[in-house]
């Protein structure tokens, strides 16, 4: 079936730095979301993309859609505490809308 | 807007009892839900997919005379793990989402399940 993988796998950087992580899968998306889970709560959605090639911001956060419709990364600027969470790219598998697919994850930990 | 609960947010129960897990849209009205599981230190696997009035469509590899979803309103769907064991103890969260939202899930806070 349809993978989606995330890289790196996790990260830890100190507050402040900027932060870059991606998806990739092996066919094609018509759709790219990104999550962010906190421990022990339920995803949150961040971005939404629907474009190849868009590029789309939330507040510090930004989201590229990738041009071959095969990737999608994610950029966090001046990364703060409460970035720290687990990260998680999803699509809609074989271009239906009704269910998604979730990415292996990030872990992003930030050092004060 | 898009507020999704579920209830209780953690249960114990004993191997071979039947636990019910609710999952309700607040603030709008749901024609599809889901249920993922999520294991420690790993994604969420998708379940079964809930359409309002009508059986849930499950994934491959998922019981669904273990994992029983109602989904008699547009605001609520319930799972119940039936005969849990202990290798049923995991993360489980419910999603929602209507068709002006596009692909995009709304996620409950998830509902810690342990059997012992």
């Known amino acids: 079936g349809q993978q989606l993988n995330q890289s790196p796998q996790s990260m830890f950087i100190q507050e402040g730095e900027d932060v870059s992580m991606n998806c990739t899968s092996s066919?094609?998306?018509?759709?790219w979301l990104w999550y962010k889970q906190d421990p022990g709560e339920g995803p949150v959605l961040l971005i939404a993309l629907y474009k190849a090639g868009e590029l789309t911001s939330n507040g510090r956060l930004t989201a590229q859609f990738g041009i071959t419709r095969k990737d999608s990364f994610l950029n966090i600027s001046a990364s703060i505490p409460s970035d720290v969470g687990i990260y998680f790219c999803?699509?809609?598998?074989?271009?239906?809308?009704?269910?998604?697919?979730f990415g292996t994850g990030t872990l992003l930990a930030v050092q004060p | 807007g898009a507020v999704v609960s579920q209830h209780p947010s953690w249960v114990i129960c004993k191997s071979g009892t039947s636990v019910k897990i609710e999952c309700r849209s607040l603030d709008f009205q749901a024609t599809t839900m889901f249920w993922y599981r999520q294991f420690p230190k790993q994604s969420l696997m998708l379940m079964a997919t809930s359409n309002e009035g009508s059986k849930a469509t499950y994934e491959q590899g998922v019981e669904k005379d273990k994992f029983l979803i109602n989904h008699a309103s547009l605001t609520l769907s319930t799972l119940t793990v039936t005969s849990a064991h202990p290798e049923d103890s995991s993360f489980y969260i419910c999603s929602a989402r209507t068709h002006s939202q596009g692909a995009g899930q709304y996620f409950g806070p998830g509902t810690r399940l342990t059997v012992l």
């Open positions: 999803a699509g809609p598998p074989g271009g239906a809308t009704n269910k998604l697919i």
């Open positions: 066919s094609i998306f018509n759709t």
